[in-house]
């Protein structure tokens, strides 16, 4: 089993700055994929940024520019920096990790963590 646990979200001024962090934990043999996804209330899950293993990243266009996705390897961990936000923002965002055990492609993903972005 792999937990992961996410942090950072909280409520913000529009144009403020949140920095969400999420750690896996247990028996990974190669994390492969992380990202970040969100779903505001009525609305679909989406994709917010996704991060390689090799570095590589993509972005939502609504996002582009304004949030940054990285990741530390050695702490399975992967990190969004949001900047500028906006009461678009305004979801649950989801950390996303893909993950290798003997061999099987594994997806896990975190409990959610609120991020309200209001005056």
């Known amino acids: 089993q792999v937990q992961l646990?996410?942090?950072?979200?909280?409520?913000?001024?529009?144009?403020?700055?949140?920095?969400?962090?999420?750690?896996?934990?247990?028996?990974?043999?190669s994390v492969n994929d992380m990202a970040w996804y969100r779903q505001a209330p009525g609305k679909q899950r989406e994709l917010?940024?996704?991060?390689?293993?090799?570095?590589?990243?993509n972005y939502a266009d609504s996002v582009k520019g304004r949030f940054t996705?990285?990741?530390?390897?050695?702490?399975?961990a992967v990190y969004l920096q949001m900047n500028s936000?906006?009461?678009?923002?305004?979801?649950v965002y989801y950390c996303f990790v893909g993950?290798?055990?003997?061999?099987?492609?594994?997806?896990?993903?975190?409990?959610?963590?609120q991020v309200t972005v209001s005056s």
Do not use: H, M
């Not at 917010?48 to 990243?57: H, L, P």
């Not at 996705?69 to 399975?76: E, V």
């Open 5 to 29: 646990v996410e942090s950072g979200g909280g409520l913000v001024q529009p144009g403020g700055s949140l920095r969400l962090s999420c750690a896996a934990s247990g028996s990974i043999f």
């Open 69 to 76: 996705i990285s990741r530390d390897n050695a702490k399975n």
């Open 48 to 57: 917010v940024a996704r991060i390689t293993s090799g570095g590589s990243t």
């Open 99 to 113: 993950y290798v055990i003997g061999g099987t492609y594994y997806r896990s993903w975190g409990q959610g963590t």
């Open 85 to 91: 936000l906006k009461p678009e923002d305004t979801a």
